[in-house]
């Protein structure tokens, strides 16, 4: 194991981050996984099973075991890191822009699409290489102006060659659960299985060019764009680690023994995978789910917890106005499981409360959330 540390782009006078990567393995070795935590840098849980990965891994390397390449992030997001306003983390949203960590990653597609023309043919793997190499040149020529372009960049530029992407997250209050592109679901079934998602909530360009989608969209995008075989050269998922507050060894020892299996069965490690338990829920739409919203200001008072299944009109929530004493009540309509909730406990019109995974499209547009 190596470690490679990145200096990103000052923002101010006397002020500079550093990300920092661990490599496993020889560079070049197939299949090549890249695993980061915490692009949000509140949500931790995935900090933590990173720290227990790392531990697997250099175990592994110690015994000659590690057979592809493989690149842990463990703490993606620096700057987000460092964001504190009146004592509490602010880690979604960048400070300077506004704009959320993840989203506005590059859109590989229409950037190589120039560089590739003439350059594909009728073998789909000398296409893979010819689209990569179109990646890395777009990539080093790209000069980040602001310090999160030059995280954004450093994170793709680690991770754009990849085979596979995992970007561990977490919600609010959750249960295990997964977003992946539609193309990425049957490589990344295996990994819903050891992990026990309860959700797995499928989408082709969610919409906000999040990282994973940044990864693993343009293979599906060039293939049906040009008239030449493009495999789907990376699988990628944002894996979502429960609640922000689920961070303990428990969970932690866990998930880094699920995801170290999902290497096993990869190939990028040795040794003998671990048996796949059976799905725990069937993948189903992200244009399925239902976001729960406050029509109202009020109390927040749940009577539906992660985990739970609702049937169709079953309460999810009541919004109590404590001065005119109006109760409105907030109820499921879609059948599912709610997979994830808000820690808040006061509503405002337009917040998003909870989610439920329904299995009948009826969203379009932006599919993800602020």
Aim: overall charge negative.
């Amino acid at each position: 194991m190596h470690r490679t540390d990145h200096v990103l782009r000052s923002q101010s006078i006397g002020s500079q981050k550093t990300l920092s990567s661990f490599h496993f393995g020889t560079p070049g070795a197939r299949p090549k996984v890249y695993i980061q935590a915490s692009l949000h840098a509140e949500e931790l849980p995935g900090m933590l099973t990173a720290y227990h990965l790392r531990r697997l891994l250099e175990q592994a390397e110690a015994q000659g075991q590690i057979q592809g390449e493989i690149i842990l992030v463990p703490m993606a997001n620096p700057i987000g890191l460092a964001q504190r306003v009146d004592h509490k983390p602010m880690g979604r949203f960048d400070l300077n822009t506004s704009e959320n960590f993840n989203r506005h990653f590059p859109d590989l597609c229409a950037a190589v699409l120039p560089l590739i023309e003439g350059k594909l043919g009728s073998d789909g793997t000398a296409n893979v290489t010819s689209i990569r190499q179109a990646m890395a040149t777009h990539l080093q020529a790209w000069q980040p102006d602001t310090e999160l372009a030059s995280q954004r960049k450093q994170l793709v530029s680690l991770a754009f060659d990849a085979d596979v992407v995992l970007d561990l997250h977490c919600d609010c209050e959750a249960v295990m659960h997964m977003y992946t592109e539609t193309p990425c679901w049957p490589a990344m079934e295996p990994l819903a299985r050891l992990l026990g998602a309860r959700a797995v909530l499928l989408a082709k360009n969610s919409g906000g060019l999040s990282f994973d989608e940044s990864m693993s969209g343009p293979w599906w995008q060039l293939a049906e764009k040009l008239p030449f075989p493009i495999p789907q050269a990376c699988a990628s998922t944002t894996v979502e680690l429960r609640g922000e507050g689920d961070v303990n060894h428990t969970f932690g020892k866990a998930d880094a023994s699920a995801l170290f299996g999902y290497l096993q069965h990869l190939g990028a490690v040795g040794g003998e995978p671990p048996a796949l338990p059976e799905l725990a829920c069937a993948a189903t739409p992200l244009a399925g789910a239902q976001f729960v919203k406050s029509p109202v200001p009020g109390l927040l008072v749940f009577a539906a917890k992660p985990g739970d299944r609702l049937a169709l009109g079953d309460l999810v929530a009541e919004i109590i106005d404590p001065i005119s004493g109006t109760v409105h009540a907030l109820r499921a309509e879609v059948p599912g499981v709610v997979y994830a909730r808000t820690t808040e406990r006061y509503a405002t019109p337009g917040d998003d409360l909870a989610n439920i995974a329904g299995s009948v499209p009826f969203r379009t547009g932006n599919l993800l959330g602020a």
